[in-house]
C-alpha cells in the first residue's frame, strides 16, 4: 500500500471513529451554554450545521470533526518541511489523530478544535502567500476567538527578535484588540495551580510525549534552532506556566499551542534516531513503541468509555459522565409523552436540545442510585445504572 492510500486510510478511519462515537454523547452543559449563550464564531458555526443536519448530536459536533479532519491535512502539508520521508510523516499524523487532547478537541465543542486549526492554516499560510494577506488573516482571528491572543503576544515576540517592528507593532495592536473585544482579563491570588496545570498538559498529551516536547523546545532554544513554530508554543507554554500561579488555567486554550509543536518534537526524534549506530537505537525504538501504546490505550479508552461504569462506584466521577445521560434522558421522557419538564438548570439545558422544553406541570427530580424504590427514571450503560430519578406531574388545582 503506498503512502497516499496509507494516509487516506489514516483519514477516513479516523472520521469514521469520530462520528462513531457522536451517537455514544450527549450535549454537556458547557457545550448547551455555547448554543444558547451570547453569540460567538463557534456558535454561528456550530448553529450553521445544526440548522442543516438538524438538532442532534452529528449536527452538533459536525464542524469540530471536519475542523479536526482539515487539520490533519494541514499538519502533514506542514509536516513536509521537517521531516523528508512520507513514512515519518504518516507516523506523525497518526500520533496526532491518537492524541487524548485532539480527540477531545474533535469531539467536544470549545475553542480548542478552532485554535488548533487556526494555528495550523497560519503555519501553513505564513510559508505560501505574501505577508500582506497572513496580517489580514490575523486581524480576522483576532476578531473570532479571544483563544487566538496569545498568538499574537508570540508573534509580537518573533518580529521583534527579527527587528521587522510594524509588523512586531501591528500583533501587539492586535493583541490589544482581541483583550478589548473578549474582555480577557488576568486576575486571581497566588492559589497554586501550577502542578495541575502540568497534570493536565500530561493527560491531553501523555506523560512521555508531554516530557519530550518540553525537551525538545529546551533543546532548540539551547541550540538555536528555533523558528516560528517555536515562538508559538514556547510562548503558550511559559504564559501558561505563569499564569497557572495565581488562576486556573483554561488548558483549552493554550493546550493547541503546543500541539502545533508536534513538527519540531517529530523532526528531533527523527535527527537524533538517525545519527545514532543501530545498538543505541533500542532506547529510541522502545520509547516511540511505548508512546505509541499509551496513545491506543488511551484511545481505546475514550472510545470505549461506557464500560469503564462497571469498575466505578460513583458514576459521576468518571471522565465523560458531564457528556452522557441526558440524551438518554430525553429518549425516555418521550417514550413517555413527556414534553417538557422542571429540573436543575444544567439538566434542564441540556434537555432543551433534545427538545424537553421547561414547564412547572412535570417535575424531573435526580435520586441517589441507591434509591430504587422511589426512582421511576433509570438511566444504565453497560447494565449497569448511572442514573436514577422521579418524574411526577404536579396538580396546580
Not at 478511519?13 to 463557534?42: C, M, P, Q, R, V
Not at 523528508?84 to 507516523?91: A, D, M, Y
Not at 480548542?112 to 482571528?141: M, N, P, Q, T, W
Not at 525538545?216 to 513554530?229: N, P, Q, S
Amino acid at each position: 500500500m503506498n503512502t497516499k492510500s496509507i494516509f487516506f486510510l489514516i483519514l477516513g478511519l479516523d472520521a469514521l471513529i469520530l462520528l462513531f462515537e457522536t451517537s455514544h454523547l450527549s450535549i454537556s452543559y458547557n457545550e448547551a451554554l455555547l448554543i444558547y449563550g451570547d453569540k460567538s464564531f463557534l456558535q454561528q458555526l456550530s448553529s450553521f450545521f445544526i440548522n442543516i443536519f438538524g438538532q442532534n448530536d452529528i449536527g452538533l459536533r459536525l464542524a469540530m470533526i471536519l475542523l479536526h479532519l482539515s487539520s490533519v491535512v494541514l499538519l502533514y502539508l506542514i509536516s513536509q518541511r521537517y521531516l523528508r520521508s512520507q513514512r515519518n510523516r504518516l507516523w506523525l499524523l497518526l500520533i496526532f489523530v491518537l492524541l487524548p487532547g485532539v480527540i477531545s478537541a474533535a469531539l467536544v465543542v470549545n475553542h480548542a478544535g478552532v485554535i488548533i486549526f487556526g494555528l495550523l492554516l497560519y503555519i501553513y499560510l505564513s510559508a505560501k502567500l505574501d505577508e500582506r494577506y497572513i496580517l489580514a488573516l490575523l486581524f480576522i482571528y483576532a476578531l473570532l476567538d479571544p483563544g487566538f491572543s496569545y498568538l499574537f503576544i508570540a508573534l509580537a515576540i518573533y518580529y521583534y527578535v527579527e527587528k521587522k517592528r510594524w509588523v512586531f507593532l501591528y500583533n501587539i495592536g492586535l493583541y490589544i484588540l482581541s483583550i478589548s473585544i473578549y474582555n480577557v482579563k488576568i486576575h486571581g491570588s497566588p492559589s497554586g495551580h501550577f502542578l495541575d496545570i502540568l497534570g493536565l498538559y500530561s493527560a491531553i498529551f501523555t506523560p512521555i510525549i508531554f516530557i519530550y516536547i518540553f525537551y525538545v523546545l529546551y533543546k532548540r532554544y539551547l541550540t538555536h534552532k528555533i523558528d516560528k513554530i517555536w515562538y508559538i508554543s514556547t510562548t503558550a507554554l511559559i504564559i501558561s506556566l505563569v499564569l497557572s500561579f495565581r488562576q486556573r488555567v483554561d488548558i483549552e486554550v493554550f493546550a493547541p499551542y503546543l500541539i502545533v509543536s508536534l513538527p519540531l518534537a517529530a523532526q528531533s526524534f527523527v535527527s537524533s534516531y538517525r545519527v545514532r549506530v543501530k545498538e543505541f537505537r533500542k532506547k529510541y525504538k522502545f520509547i516511540f513503541i511505548l508512546s505509541l501504546l499509551f496513545l491506543l490505550v488511551n484511545a481505546v479508552v475514550v472510545f470505549f468509555n461506557q464500560e469503564l461504569y462497571r469498575f466505578i462506584e460513583n458514576p459521576k466521577k468518571h471522565f465523560a459522565y458531564e457528556m452522557n445521560v441526558a440524551k438518554e434522558l430525553a429518549d425516555n421522557l418521550k417514550a413517555r409523552n413527556i414534553r417538557c419538564v422542571k429540573t436543575d438548570y444544567k439538566m434542564q439545558l441540556r434537555l432543551k436540545f433534545y427538545g424537553i422544553s421547561e414547564c412547572d406541570k412535570i417535575v424531573l427530580k435526580e435520586l441517589p442510585l441507591d434509591d430504587v424504590k422511589a426512582a421511576n427514571v433509570t438511566i444504565s450503560y453497560s447494565n449497569q445504572p448511572i442514573y436514577r430519578a422521579y418524574v411526577t406531574k404536579i396538580n396546580n388545582r
